[in-house]
């Protein structure tokens, strides 16, 4: 049996990282920060990978903090750290990422899921924050949240600590997609055969932006833009991509 806090596997193109302390129903605590910050530098050096799947075993993807680690004095600066280096490594790699959330999903998970590119949700989640209940601010979600759902959503979230149903929180905007538990696993591989659909060069020029658009002023920064658009044009994929609607099939841009 897999053992240790973060578990990461990879299959062909596909890196899964999965945290993994189901008795604390994956309850943060520095060394599961440790262990992720690791994973996602590692996924995000991997040549190799395309996709990227974060979800949880056991009966939640993610509880929050570990409040008695806390309550003891073991969460200190090195978690916030570790903390902030594996959220911002999740949405910055020049990769699609897609985080899966079941049952308990609250706090950090929220924190983490807004840091992933697309969310996925059980119907059987719970989605909320907690942080200022427990004298903390919710660090990685303060300036996520709001580009997600406007900042009179996003304090009501953060300082009433409302919890919300899987369908509630696709309704804001903070998860994409609902599904039934059984359907969980299979949606996620749908989902995961859509990323491979898009040309790697476009798809990580877009997510740069896309990202970059929500701190700056787009007009300002056209000429990356279009620096962008000569390597789509230059890559071997707008060829394939070319080839494809002539021969009326659809592009295959990984082997």
Same mark, same amino acid.
């Given at each position: 049996?897999?053992?240790?806090?973060?578990?990461?596997?990879?299959?062909?193109?596909?890196?899964?990282?999965?945290?993994?302390?189901?008795?604390?129903?994956?309850?943060?605590?520095?060394?599961?920060?440790?262990?992720?910050?690791?994973?996602?530098?590692?996924?995000?050096?991997?040549? =190799?990978?395309?996709?990227? *799947?974060? /979800?949880?075993?056991?009966?939640?993807?993610?509880? $929050?903090?570990?409040?008695? +680690? !806390? @309550?003891?004095?073991?969460?200190?600066?090195?978690?916030?750290?570790?903390?902030?280096?594996?959220?911002?490594?999740?949405? =910055?790699?020049?990769?699609? *990422?897609? /985080?899966?959330?079941?049952?308990?999903?609250?706090? $950090?998970?929220?924190?983490? +899921? !807004? @840091?992933?590119?697309?969310?996925?949700?059980?119907?059987?989640?719970?989605?909320?924050?907690?942080?200022?209940?427990?004298?903390?601010?919710?660090?990685?979600?303060?300036?996520?949240?709001?580009?997600?759902?406007?900042? $009179?959503?996003?304090?009501?979230?953060?300082?009433?600590?409302?919890?919300?149903?899987?369908?509630?929180?696709?309704?804001?905007?903070?998860?994409?997609?609902?599904?039934?538990?059984?359907?969980?696993?299979?949606?996620?591989?749908?989902?995961?055969?859509?990323?491979?659909?898009?040309?790697?060069?476009?798809?990580?020029?877009?997510?740069?932006?896309?990202?970059?658009?929500?701190?700056?002023?787009?007009?300002?920064?056209?000429?990356?833009?279009?620096?962008?658009?000569?390597?789509?044009?230059?890559?071997?994929?707008?060829?394939?991509?070319?080839?494809?609607?002539?021969?009326?099939?659809?592009?295959?841009?990984?082997?």
């Amino acid at each position: 049996m897999a053992t240790g806090r973060v578990l990461y596997e990879k299959d062909g193109r596909v890196a899964r990282i999965t945290l993994n302390r189901p008795e604390m129903l994956n309850a943060l605590d520095t060394p599961m920060a440790e262990a992720l910050a690791d994973a996602v530098e590692r996924a995000g050096r991997d040549q =190799d990978v395309w996709v990227v *799947v974060v /979800a949880g075993t056991g009966r939640a993807f993610n509880s $929050g903090i570990d409040r008695t +680690a !806390l @309550a003891q004095g073991e969460i200190r600066e090195k978690f916030f750290h570790l903390w902030e280096a594996a959220l911002n490594g999740l949405e =910055d790699m020049p990769k699609m *990422v897609l /985080a899966v959330l079941h049952g308990y999903s609250i706090g $950090g998970a929220l924190q983490l +899921a !807004l @840091a992933c590119d697309v969310r996925l949700a059980s119907s059987d989640a719970t989605i909320g924050l907690g942080a200022t209940r427990h004298g903390l601010i919710p660090d990685g979600a303060v300036f996520r949240l709001a580009r997600v759902v406007g900042l $009179g959503r996003a304090k009501e979230l953060a300082l009433l600590n409302n919890h919300m149903t899987a369908e509630e929180a696709r309704a804001m905007g903070i998860v994409n997609w609902v599904v039934l538990p059984e359907e969980l696993e299979a949606t996620t591989q749908k989902i995961v055969t859509r990323f491979f659909e898009s040309s790697p060069t476009a798809a990580r020029w877009t997510k740069l932006l896309l990202n970059k658009s929500q701190h700056i002023d787009p007009r300002a920064h056209v000429e990356e833009v279009l620096q962008g658009q000569w390597e789509c044009l230059a890559s071997p994929e707008i060829e394939e991509a070319n080839r494809a609607w002539m021969e009326r099939r659809e592009a295959r841009f990984f082997p």
